[in-house]
């Protein structure tokens, strides 16, 4: 029978726990060391004194009470479970597993118990046990949203994205109302490529929760990949106000001001942020290696260019002293992509990236340069490729007539799709080859895998645009390896064996801007696809008024600051208003400031001479197109499905031919069309055929006519792709 004390205790235990629910925490406290003092041995007691220590922060307090509950009675499984928690905030681990477990012993099928096991073991490192734990979790509670957001989390830092997305995806659903649920599968799917996606969860999680600094963190990055630059800049200032210490936010807003062409703003956050865990080497090259995305002019350009090769120098001096690692990342996400839209010879330069890129690499994965004998099989070849843009984008425009071209019986085709996207193109892709994997694996992992499927050939349609390509092109993967002209600059890898490029476009000297073997596929060195039918050209009313509407098609990455003053003149000459599409607001801004002032120099109205489009829909595009008299093309980096474009719709283009073969694509398919009046060879000729052909419309409309009659030999040529499969045959011996 109780004892009188006894009673009392429960008593205040009763009253203590009135006040625990109602939130009054130090009264309760006060009920419950009534109750320990009145009934030591009574290990509720201990418990509750415990709980509420805990909740009131006192964690070295809440740790002797827990333990003199579990003393008390070793089966008293709340208690064993509140010790875990207890000691796992006291940073001991492994003390924490073993409450866990004793109250897992304690009461079978004890999910809250099971779940902290795996929270536990997580933050002891050991996270296969934490699979388990939360795997046995959810057999238990299907619906425990905590353990789903968990395990999706633990999948997606092993890098098992697929299994992720299918536990953040059903924590989701089952919870909306969840902030941690919306912001963690948009994390997810910003790794898985899916950045609209992306968008749509991080705003529903920043609807939720509007000052987590991780959200905004979350939809700047899907708003950056998605080039909605703006936006991006916006939302991750706000994750940096909200945040001042975060580091991603901060690495994504530099990458963000650089893709605005506010190169010195990304240095100046490259120089003076933390970076994030394991990104101190990828932040010094980013550092070391940024170009601008508009140059001011051409001492501008000279400036960074030797900014750039000192950079390259100092990485070069510093790789040994780097921990692999670092590097390694660092090669992998970081391409000097605005050097190619430099109006220079880079050969050399990329000649000495390609270079620092393998010394990475090779010190990463030793086991993967091992030269590869020949070993076809079945009489049939082994083709791989690797590529991130076999969606409806430029390189699988050109090239997927390559890839799902390719005769079965001849050849087995493997492709490794490293792209988020997948469309209409990137289904009719996979639906034509033996073996179709979208991957996100790591740079390593992927090397490993296709070097151990046994292909022939490997291609890489594109290496230049995704820097993870640089950094796979630095092993050898197979017994010859090869890239196409996505990206249409040498790789700069020591270990890639040919340049597959267009006969029409290579220069006589070509061979020394390669460091690659050049094989000249004939003409275009492809078939690349037609582009739809023209929709409506309503929309360009607006913009064509007195004037005529002459447009540059090309991203204004591409024009150098001399060719403002060719525009310009052509201007003055004719009286016409050049037009740009505006694709990137912030970068079009800082185009427009420097293009205006070279009009306004020349005594031009930039109101009355300039014309900047806004997007549209493609096939809209395209009438527009259709309805213009001539386009203007680019010199040194020339259009190439832009031109493609402009002579389906049957719209003559004047070239500007440069030296290399990223200068000469539109001059080759002129040739093609027979229609060489339309290529010029420097500045002056360019605005002379400019100003001579805008004054005569006659001879644009039967140039008009002849490109339209003849434009079935740029995409019907089925020549490039016999050669190309001769080649595949011969190089793999």
């Not at 009574?42 to 307090?61: F, Y």
């Not at 090259?285 to 120098?313: M, T, V």
């Not at 690659?516 to 309503?538: H, M, W």
């Not at 991203?555 to 009286?575: M, Q, R």
Request: glycine share 6%; proline share 6%.
């Amino acid at each position: 029978m109780p004892s009188s004390g006894q009673l009392e205790a429960r008593a205040q235990l009763q009253q203590g726990a009135a006040l625990h629910r109602s939130g009054k925490l130090g009264l309760a406290q006060s009920h419950y060391q009534r109750a320990a003092k009145l009934d030591p041995q009574n290990a509720e007691a201990w418990h509750l004194l415990g709980l509420v220590a805990m909740q009131l922060g006192q964690h070295g307090l809440a740790l002797r009470h827990l333990r003199t509950s579990v003393k008390l009675r070793p089966d008293f499984a709340e208690a064993q479970n509140n010790l875990g928690i207890a000691l796992s905030r006291n940073g001991r681990g492994v003390e924490a597993i073993a409450a866990f477990a004793a109250a897992l012993r304690a009461r079978k099928g004890y999910v809250e118990a099971m779940f902290n096991l795996g929270v536990a073991y997580e933050a002891a490192q050991a996270p296969e046990d934490a699979e388990r734990a939360y795997r046995q979790t959810l057999a238990w509670r299907s619906n425990h949203v905590d353990a789903l957001i968990n395990l999706g989390n633990l999948l997606r830092r092993r890098g098992r994205p697929a299994e992720a997305l299918v536990a953040l995806e059903t924590a989701e659903r089952m919870a909306p109302e969840r902030a941690q649920a919306s912001g963690n599968l948009a994390m997810l799917l910003n790794d898985l490529g899916r950045y609209a996606d992306a968008l749509r969860f991080a705003r529903a999680a920043i609807a939720l929760e509007e000052r987590s600094s991780l959200w905004w963190t979350t939809l700047g990055s899907a708003q950056r990949q998605l080039h909605a630059i703006d936006g991006a800049i916006t939302s991750l200032g706000r994750a940096l106000e909200l945040d001042p210490a975060n580091a991603k936010a901060a690495l994504e807003l530099a990458l963000a001001l650089e893709e605005a062409g506010d190169d010195d703003g990304a240095r100046a956050l490259w120089r003076s942020t933390r970076p994030p865990e394991g990104n101190a080497g990828r932040i010094r090259w980013l550092h070391a290696l940024s170009l601008p995305a508009i140059y001011q002019d051409d001492a501008h350009l000279a400036q960074c260019r030797e900014r750039f090769a000192q950079g390259l120098c100092d990485l070069e001096t510093a790789l040994a002293a780097t921990p692999v690692a670092e590097n390694a990342l660092a090669a992998s996400t970081v391409a000097p992509f605005y050097l190619h839209y430099q109006p220079r010879d880079n050969t050399d330069l990329q000649f000495r990236f390609g270079d620092l890129v393998a010394r990475v690499m090779e010190r990463a994965a030793p086991a993967l340069l091992d030269e590869l004998p020949p070993r076809r099989r079945d009489g049939r070849v082994r083709v791989g490729f690797v590529s991130s843009h076999l969606m409806q984008h430029t390189v699988s425009r050109y090239f997927s007539s390559l890839i799902a071209g390719l005769d079965p019986a001849r050849f087995d085709v493997r492709v490794w799709y490293t792209g988020g996207v997948r469309d209409a193109s990137t289904q009719s892709i996979a639906g034509h080859v033996s073996e179709f994997v979208q991957t996100n694996a790591d740079v390593v992992g992927l090397a490993e895998e296709i070097r151990q499927s046994g292909v022939d050939v490997l291609v890489y349609p594109e290496i230049g645009m995704d820097p993870k390509h640089q950094a796979l092109a630095a092993f050898r993967l197979a017994p010859v390896q090869c890239v196409l002209y996505g990206h249409p600059v040498t790789s700069g890898a020591p270990r890639i064996d040919h340049f597959l490029s267009g006969a029409a476009f290579e220069p006589d000297d070509a061979e020394r801007h390669y460091r690659e073997k050049l094989v000249r596929l004939p003409g275009l060195g492809t078939r690349p696809q037609r582009p739809p039918l023209p929709g409506a050209c309503d929309w360009l009313a607006a913009h064509v008024a007195r004037r005529p509407l002459v447009p540059c098609l090309q991203n204004v990455i591409k024009l150098a600051p001399f060719f403002d003053d060719a525009l310009a003149e052509i201007a003055a000459e004719t009286g016409c208003c050049v037009a740009f599409f505006a694709r990137n607001p912030p970068l079009m801004r800082r185009f427009r400031a420097r293009i205006e002032v070279r009009f306004r120099a020349r005594g031009l109205d930039p109101d009355e001479h300039l014309a900047f489009l806004p997007a549209q829909s493609y096939a809209d595009y395209l009438a527009g197109i259709a309805s213009v008299p001539l386009v203007l093309d680019s010199p040194w980096f020339s259009g190439g499905s832009t031109s493609l474009d402009a002579f389906s719709v049957g719209t003559p283009v004047l070239a500007w031919e440069g030296p290399m073969a990223r200068g000469r694509q539109t001059a080759a398919m002129l040739r093609m069309l027979d229609a060489r009046e339309l290529i010029a060879v420097d500045a002056n000729d360019y605005v002379a055929k400019a100003a001579a052909l805008l004054r005569e419309p006659g001879r644009l409309r039967d140039l008009r006519g002849q490109v339209t009659a003849r434009a079935d030999v740029l995409f019907e040529d089925a020549a490039p792709l016999r050669a190309f499969a001769e080649f595949l045959e011969k190089a793999a011996g």
